[in-house]
């Protein structure tokens, strides 16, 4: 997020982490509107081990653990700024007490432009662990959730011990809710994502009772290039372009363009709409694994309310990649054992839609295939909703996590350790739960939220 702009500025002039994208005049989307440029921006470097010289890295803000950052923030200044301070409650906004509603996240109030386009001037975005969390309205959903389920456990905490000050409430609240997300993405997200052959590989699969010993100080768990810049960005193939809202019979209520509710999640302020918008995350499909990207976001990611186009996600995708040095498509297939392709005509089994010879009038060498490009265009691993080389990486960077984190929910032997009681109530979590205990009133759900509703 740097505050100066690149495009329409000479070259000469331009800050060195300028790196804009090109846009032909004969674009069918921005040509007419004589849009030839995109704002991008380089990833900020960050310092190499010992100072030395080589290969540039880059700053990750965020805690590389599955450890709710999203909730509790990565910094000490940020935590701060979102605890109460008393019996171990997280600040929320009770804007809709009047109507028996529980609770919103916090409002920016300090810097309320930040992040937010078009903000009504009595309306402000929301302040959560994660910046990001006004950038799409279910993020802005799914936090809110997180950030009730914290208070309501804090606040059973505190009822069942009395004696423990807000600092002891807060920390093991933080601890449970955190292990909880853990169980949740390893035994609900991963097994849809890479299949099961993949969990099985990897050693992803949770245990079902006792401890798991399987912890190895030596292993580094810190994102890797490829998950970060390419692999873990599957999901943009899935976006809908409209969002829709269901109510709490799970009927049909009602839609909204996509880019109407990037950077501004406005919505929530009507009474009603947070459960609406859960209605609409559990019972709508999500688009095709194909190359296919939505224009909401190809064309209208954040774009402003006066304006007629936005940024183009998959161009800021491949961007970012090729910024990062990160090695092709074909380089990760054959990382991965699948083996390396010599021509494109070598791809057309494992590519959708023609894509091998598209991609042979684009690129000049089969080694020139973007890692993102090339991943989402795969046929889907039996079991999982995504390619072979995307569920390698994904899967690879899922082990680290569990390996390396000697705060995994499942260790034994640190202080940080649940006890085997704790460890089997952690075990009976699901993302549902998580819903209907702080939904405002979802009376109906599928036990299995990530997976569509059976009609029967």
């Known amino acids: 997020d740097h505050d100066f702009e690149c495009c329409g500025i000479e070259p000469h002039l331009q800050h060195p982490l300028c790196m804009t994208i090109a846009i ?16 991008f921006k380089r990833s900020v470097a960050g310092q190499r081990p010992s100072c030395t010289l080589g290969p540039r890295v880059h700053i990750n803000t965020l805690t590389s653990a599955i450890d709710a950052n999203f909730l509790y923030g990565s910094t000490e200044e940020l935590a701060r700024k979102l605890r109460l301070f008393k019996g171990g409650l997280m600040r929320t906004w009770d804007r809709f007490h009047e109507y028996g509603l529980k609770p919103l996240l916090p409002p920016e109030s300090e810097n309320p432009e930040r992040d937010c386009i078009g903000r009504p001037r009595h309306m402000f975005c929301f302040i959560a662990g994660d910046e ?61 994502v890479v299949g099961d052959e993949m ?22 768990f810190g994102p890797a290039h490829a998950f970060q810049s390419a692999a873990f960005r599957f999901g943009h ?11 709490k019979h799970h009927e049909f209520i009602g839609e909204d363009p996509l880019r109407n509710l990037l950077r501004q999640p406005f919505i929530v302020y009507e009474p009603g709409k947070l459960d609406e918008l859960i209605g609409g995350l559990i019972n709508t499909p999500a688009q095709t694994y194909d190359p296919f990207i939505t224009e909401e976001v190809s064309g209208h990611l954040f774009q402003e309310p006066h304006m007629h186009v936005g940024l183009d996600l998959p161009a800021l995708n ?17 990382w991965c ?92 979590a699901t993302q549902a739960k998580i819903i ?11 036990k299995w939220v990530m997976k569509r509703p059976h009609p029967h």
């Open 318 to 334: 491949l961007g970012r990649a090729r910024e990062h040095g990160l090695p092709g498509y074909n380089i990760f297939r054959e």
């Open 337 to 428: 054992g699948f083996g390396r392709a010599q021509t494109f005509e070598d791809l057309e089994p494992y590519l959708q839609n023609r894509t091998a010879f598209l991609y042979s009038k684009i690129y000049k060498h089969v080694d020139d295939i973007d890692l993102w490009s090339g991943g989402i265009s795969e046929y889907r691993l039996p079991g999982a909703i995504i390619g072979p080389t995307f569920a390698c990486i994904v899967a690879r960077q899922f082990s680290n996590i569990r390996r390396g984190d000697r705060f995994w929910f499942e260790n034994s032997g640190f202080p940080s350790s649940f006890t085997p009681d704790q460890l089997a109530e952690l075990r009976k």
């Open 199 to 220: 969990m099985h590989r990897y050693n992803l699969t949770l245990q079902p009772h006792g401890y798991w010993n399987g912890y190895d100080p030596n292993v580094h």
């Open 132 to 192: 990001r969390v006004n950038e799409q309205i279910h993020l802005t959903v799914l936090h809110t959730l997180y950030v009730r389920d914290h208070n309501q456990i804090a606040l059973k905490l505190s009822k069942l011990n009395p004696h423990w000050d807000d600092e002891r409430i807060y920390q093991e609240t933080r601890h449970l809710v955190a292990g909880a997300v853990q169980f949740i993405t390893y035994n609900e997200f991963l097994p849809l």
């Open 24 to 39: 032909p005049p004969h674009d069918p989307l921005y040509g007419p509107m004589g849009k030839t440029c995109m704002e």
């Open 237 to 247: 193939t899935f976006i809908q372009g409209m969002v829709r809202r269901y109510n």
């Open 436 to 446: 209907c205990d702080n939904a405002d009133d979802m009376p109906t759900i599928q």
